[in-house]
């Protein structure tokens, strides 16, 4: 077993999650520390300055004033967190086998063969004098694949516990995204749609908070059908999978119209609408499913989830168990380890590849 650390910095771009497991890349045998260090509001402008940056991006490794000063932060701050880990922990950095770093997605067009993720591997691998794996996706896109996503092989190492399948993992990030794991199978899995994206750009632009809190506002508004069915009518819900989705994609709907608490509401009825479109690509009726990520923490979106995928199970990660903030984290530790013995990271069935492969650059101090 190797002892790894994963980071996610994801598309909601509210802070870093770091864990540690031990794994063989196939099971996990323990889950050790994890933690999570929010950005602050200055860190996200910079962050949303590099977004913004890439929109017309062509180069991958490119890197304009605005993304360098990101991708400085992004390294940075996966330093310091990793090292804190460690410490927490109570082991040395050369007991560390490898870290699995993600880094932070600013631009995803897999139709252009392009995706990039910020953050310097190699500069990292070298501080922490720790074997790096990072630019996880780019293989998969190269290949032809979507890049996303890539958690579901982590998923199945997760749920080989279960006996009540077909299982769905939803990962309600700044994009949601479906996993169907049904025992050893293939897993199937793709973008759904928005996220919390739509709902936490609401509510900064029109009350400076970065979120809904516990989902209290939107729990508070009434949704409009009209505009949630219209929003629902854009054609990326009518394609079948493998797919996947930038966060810009689906930053906004059409609800200036409509008051903070119904505007969000609108936006919880279109991203759980979508979710529940998934149910038409799986191969049977999941029994159960599984809510992972920010959006296990807005009651908003559970209820809703819940009242839309009657009569089949749903469970927040919590409630079985799971930590929901730090599954990613923690599927990137794995992924890192798989990725050292070259076992497949992604598949037909969820990223669109020609045939499983494996992904990652490996930097050694």
Same mark, same amino acid.
């Given at each position: 077993?190797?002892?790894?650390? $994963?980071?996610?910095?994801?598309?909601?771009?509210?802070?870093?999650?770091?864990?540690?497991?031990?794994?063989?890349?196939?099971?996990?045998?323990?889950?050790?520390?994890? #933690?999570?260090?929010?950005?602050?509001?200055?860190?996200?402008?910079?962050?949303?300055?590099?977004?913004?940056?890439?929109?017309?991006?062509?180069?991958?490794?490119?890197?304009?004033?605005?993304?360098?000063?990101?991708?400085?932060?992004?390294?940075?701050?996966?330093?310091?967190?990793?090292?804190?880990?460690?410490? &927490?922990?109570?082991?040395?950095?050369?007991?560390?086998?490898?870290?699995?770093?993600?880094?932070?997605?600013?631009?995803? &067009?897999?139709?252009? &063969?392009?995706? !990039?993720? #910020?953050?310097?591997? =190699?500069?990292?691998?070298?501080?922490?004098?720790?074997?790096?794996?990072?630019?996880?996706?780019?293989?998969?896109?190269?290949?032809?694949?979507?890049?996303?996503?890539?958690?579901?092989? %982590?998923?199945?190492?997760?749920?080989?516990?279960?006996?009540? $399948?077909?299982?769905?993992?939803?990962? #309600?990030?700044? !994009?949601?995204?479906?996993?169907?794991?049904?025992?050893?199978?293939?897993?199937?899995?793709?973008?759904?749609?928005?996220?919390?994206?739509?709902?936490?750009?609401?509510?900064?632009?029109?009350?400076?908070?970065?979120?809904?809190?516990? $989902?209290?506002?939107?729990?508070?508004?009434?949704?409009?059908?009209?505009?949630?069915?219209? =929003?629902?009518?854009?054609?990326?819900?009518?394609?079948?999978?493998?797919?996947?989705?930038?966060?810009?994609?689906? =930053?906004? %709907?059409?609800?200036?119209?409509?008051?903070?608490?119904?505007?969000?509401?609108?936006?919880?009825?279109?991203?759980?609408?979508?979710?529940?479109?998934?149910?038409?690509?799986?191969?049977?009726?999941?029994?159960?499913?599984?809510? =992972?990520?920010?959006?296990?923490?807005?009651?908003?979106?559970?209820?809703?989830?819940?009242?839309?995928?009657?009569?089949?199970?749903?469970?927040?990660?919590?409630? #079985?168990?799971?930590?929901?903030?730090?599954?990613?984290?923690?599927?990137?530790? %794995?992924?890192? !380890? &798989?990725?050292?013995?070259?076992?497949?990271?992604? %598949?037909?069935?969820?990223?669109?590849?020609?045939?499983?492969?494996?992904?990652?650059?490996?930097?050694?101090?």
């Amino acid at each position: 077993m190797a002892i790894a650390i $994963g980071t996610m910095s994801g598309t909601s771009m509210d802070g870093v999650d770091v864990a540690l497991i031990e794994t063989d890349g196939e099971s996990v045998s323990r889950f050790g520390t994890y #933690i999570s260090r929010e950005y602050s509001p200055t860190e996200r402008h910079i962050l949303r300055g590099a977004v913004n940056a890439a929109k017309d991006m062509t180069d991958r490794n490119a890197r304009p004033q605005p993304i360098a000063d990101a991708e400085k932060l992004v390294t940075e701050t996966h330093l310091k967190v990793i090292d804190e880990l460690i410490q &927490r922990e109570g082991v040395s950095h050369a007991a560390v086998d490898v870290v699995g770093f993600h880094g932070q997605t600013i631009l995803h &067009r897999p139709e252009r &063969r392009l995706t !990039v993720q #910020i953050g310097d591997g =190699a500069s990292l691998a070298r501080r922490l004098k720790i074997p790096v794996v990072y630019d996880f996706r780019i293989a998969d896109v190269a290949a032809g694949g979507q890049g996303a996503p890539l958690v579901p092989v %982590f998923h199945r190492a997760l749920l080989r516990a279960f006996d009540d $399948g077909p299982i769905v993992v939803v990962n #309600i990030g700044g !994009v949601a995204n479906v996993a169907y794991i049904d025992g050893d199978t293939e897993p199937v899995a793709f973008d759904t749609g928005p996220g919390n994206a739509p709902l936490d750009e609401l509510m900064m632009s029109r009350s400076g908070k970065p979120m809904d809190e516990g $989902g209290a506002v939107a729990s508070s508004g009434r949704a409009d059908q009209a505009l949630a069915t219209k =929003a629902l009518s854009h054609p990326f819900f009518m394609q079948p999978p493998p797919k996947s989705l930038d966060r810009a994609d689906f =930053a906004r %709907f059409e609800l200036k119209a409509l008051a903070l608490p119904d505007a969000l509401a609108t936006a919880a009825e279109i991203v759980t609408s979508s979710i529940a479109l998934s149910r038409k690509y799986f191969p049977k009726e999941p029994r159960r499913w599984i809510v =992972a990520g920010g959006g296990a923490r807005n009651p908003a979106l559970v209820k809703l989830l819940r009242e839309k995928l009657a009569p089949a199970r749903v469970q927040t990660a919590e409630e #079985i168990g799971w930590q929901s903030s730090a599954v990613e984290a923690q599927a990137f530790a %794995f992924l890192a !380890v &798989r990725s050292m013995q070259r076992l497949p990271l992604s %598949f037909p069935k969820t990223t669109g590849v020609p045939e499983p492969m494996t992904g990652g650059v490996l930097v050694r101090p």
